[in-house]
């Protein structure tokens, strides 16, 4: 076989077989296809298109291109949840305690990464003492007694989306929905999901701005999973505006703890109960999504949810006493309120932005070097619809240094106000079940 002619052929849009994926996919891990190869061929794609068999086949050959995790010794259906990020998601967070209490295992391998806040790791490094630096038999075992562990990222996965991914970052092909369904799906493989549910977010917050191109990646990633034996579910959800009321580290694990007792905002409890009733439905641990959801409900009625975080904290040196206490929690040394400038009602909170305001404060990373400072970041006083008058606290800032000046514009920059009704925006666009 010669790279050559398989980007001929993909440029004349002919399908390619598997064995011709394998090929381009060992060839380009192992160096043996050059970047300018794969370049050329990532364009083809990116023009062309793949088909159904096509992404399963390259999502399955970059899953075998490195490490996959081996989870068959813990019990059950081993279910991940996958978001295409947003800002101030602590669904992670509830999530986890919330289906791990209804007996769904959740063996989360988890990254610290860069954005407004940190990963789920750094967020839970805000609870004194807790760590992920456990071993593989520990990890294990804790998920089969606890039905939840987290444990930091390790070994060689899938090298050949971390090379591809890089280069098609330099050569204007990552907006393209087969190369970004087979990326995602391939991570989620090779980190043991038997099957994966989706938050394929949508809005200005979100890497896919429309419903309908979001529509289209969560259906590419449906396909690819349910053609390579994982049970894959989606949703599209809105991240036109952050997610509950905090951005930053300390403070979405204070909301997590809320939510998982019943007290969350609204929207981080719909989409945790959405979510986690299909994770507890692909588990087979419920005959319906229907009833999966009652199940939930319950657990956090009945403090089994709240008790699940406590446990799992504890079982990896955290203080669990902060469920209890989340005044315990890192705090910052100042607090201060955005005021509102006019009376009207909440038009826009434009999610991104306000993200990277959170980061200004230093909530998350901008290189991989920098600190991340746990008790920083932002609250939410009011979302879109809000009716708010003159002098009102939009928002309200965490910080530890006294001026926050870039803070506050960029936020009064991105949060507008308008003289009229405004509706609340959609949480949950479409469900992808099948
Ligand atoms: N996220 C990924 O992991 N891969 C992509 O290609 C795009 C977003
Ligand atoms: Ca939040």
Do not use: C, W
């Amino acid at each position: 076989m010669r790279m050559v002619d398989l980007i001929e052929k993909k440029r004349d849009g002919f399908e390619l077989s598997t064995e011709e994926i394998n090929f381009i996919i060992n060839g380009y891990t192992d160096g043996s296809i050059p970047d300018y190869q794969m370049s050329a061929l990532a364009m083809a794609i990116y023009f062309n298109g793949m088909g159904e068999k096509e992404r399963a086949d390259l999502t399955m050959a970059m899953v075998h291109s490195g490490d996959t995790i081996d989870l068959s010794e813990i019990e059950g259906i081993k279910v991940d949840k996958h978001s295409t990020g947003g800002v101030g998601d602590t669904t992670t967070l509830v999530l986890g305690p919330l289906v791990a209490a209804v007996g769904v295992p959740v063996a989360k391998m988890s990254g610290r990464g860069l954005g407004h806040t940190g990963g789920t790791i750094d967020k839970l490094e805000a609870v004194e003492g807790f760590h992920v630096e456990i071993e593989n038999e520990e990890f294990i075992n804790l998920v089969n007694k606890n039905k939840i562990a987290v444990i930091g990222q390790s070994g060689n996965l899938t090298p050949a989306d971390k090379k591809l991914y890089a280069l098609r970052d330099v050569t204007a092909t990552v907006d393209n929905i087969a190369l970004i369904a087979s990326s995602i799906m391939s991570k989620k493989i090779a980190a043991g999901a038997d099957a994966i549910v989706l938050d394929v977010k949508t809005g200005a917050g979100a890497f896919m701005k429309t419903v309908e191109d979001s529509e289209q990646l969560a259906k590419a990633m449906v396909s690819i999973g349910n053609n390579v034996g994982r049970n894959t579910m989606a949703i599209i959800s809105d991240m036109s505006q952050p997610l509950g009321f905090a951005i930053g580290n300390a403070l979405e694990v204070k909301e997590a703890i809320d939510t998982l007792k019943g007290e969350g905002p609204e929207d981080l409890t719909e989409l945790s109960l959405t979510l986690g009733s299909y994770m507890v439905y692909l588990a087979k641990k419920a005959e319906s999504i229907e009833s999966a959801r009652t199940m939930l409900k319950q657990a956090i009625k009945d403090g089994s949810a709240l008790a699940s975080f406590k446990t799992f904290l504890e079982a990896q040196g955290g203080d669990g006493t902060i469920v209890d206490n989340p005044e315990k929690l890192p705090k910052a040394q100042y607090t201060f309120e955005l005021e509102a400038k006019e009376d009207g009602y909440v038009s826009t909170i434009v999610a991104d932005e306000v993200g990277t305001a959170a980061m200004l404060l230093g909530a998350g990373r901008a290189t991989k070097e920098s600190e991340i400072d746990l008790a920083v970041g932002l609250m939410l006083n009011k979302k879109i619809g809000d009716s708010v008058v003159k002098g009102e606290s939009l928002v309200t800032i965490y910080s530890n240094f006294e001026d926050v000046s870039a803070v506050k514009e960029k936020l009064y920059a991105n949060i507008t106000i308008s003289s009229e009704r405004v509706e609340k925006p959609t949480l949950i666009y479409k469900q992808i079940t099948e």
